[in-house]
């Protein structure tokens, strides 16, 4: 854990928290500042700044739990976000999932999708760099 972090110190119990669940390897407490009500966020315990940063063990159980907030909110329909880096909107450098109700078209989260034209032979050369990476 890093000492500056401020989800480390909610880990720790040094900042006060609405822990919903916590494990081993997870933590998850709702967000005091929701885009709706039921926001949550869902963390690993270990430190990272990006989903890359954060072995593949210790990420196990982090979809599992947001199921389990999403249904326990009660929420038909809902939004799971995960943030990498600053131009990605991610704020805290501590790798994070949002679990964000949108009970209506006010609250919850607000995106804008600005699709493009793809060219399928750019996309087919990119697509066999990525697989040949994988």
Known sequence: MATS???????????????LFESERVFAFLDIQPLSLGH?????????AKLADIPDE??????????KIAVATGSKDYNILQNNGRIAHQIVDHVHFHVIPKPNQEE??????????TNMDKLKEYFNEVKAKM
């Open 108 to 117: 919850g989260l607000g995106i804008t999708w600005p699709a493009q034209e």
């Open 40 to 48: 949550a966020l869902v963390i690993p315990k270990h430190h990272g």
């Open 58 to 67: 210790q990420l196990a159980e982090i979809m599992p739990v947001a199921k």
């Open 5 to 19: 972090c401020i989800f480390c110190k909610i880990i720790k119990g040094e900042i006060p928290s609405f822990k």
